[in-house]
Nanobody
């Protein structure tokens, strides 16, 4: 599976961005999917995960209520809607696939995508 993240960019604090993660090579409809991020000088951290049916979702505390993860299995794509962005959300965002949402959340990842840069200015 190849995962390609897109949708990053430069946005002012308080603004919104929608990231997409398009999969190719095979269907990801049975995979747990997640987003992680890595800020300069920091370790990669979990952001959000979603189960294969799109019903079960999990979020890191710093993004709860602001970010929403979703998926469209027909399009083989996962999304991350990011609202009320903060300067501290600045990072490279990566999508990841694994057997279940909980395993991917725990960084038990089968596939990593290339990241997309999100920069939030004050």
């Amino acid at each position: 599976v190849q995962l390609q993240a897109s949708g990053g960019g430069l946005v002012q604090a308080g603004g919104s961005l929608r990231l997409s993660c398009a999969a190719s090579g095979r269907s990801i409809r049975m995979d747990g999917m997640a987003w992680f991020r890595q800020a300069p000088g920091k370790e990669r951290e979990f952001v959000a995960a979603i189960g294969w049916r799109g019903i079960d979702t999990f979020y890191a505390d710093p993004v709860k209520g602001r970010f929403t993860i979703s998926r469209d299995n027909a399009k083989n794509t996962v999304y991350l809607q990011m609202n009320s962005l903060r300067v501290e959300d600045t990072a490279v965002y990566y999508c990841a696939a694994g057997s279940t949402a909980r395993r991917v959340q725990s960084a038990v990842v089968d596939y990593w995508g290339k990241g997309t840069q999100v920069t939030v200015s004050s």
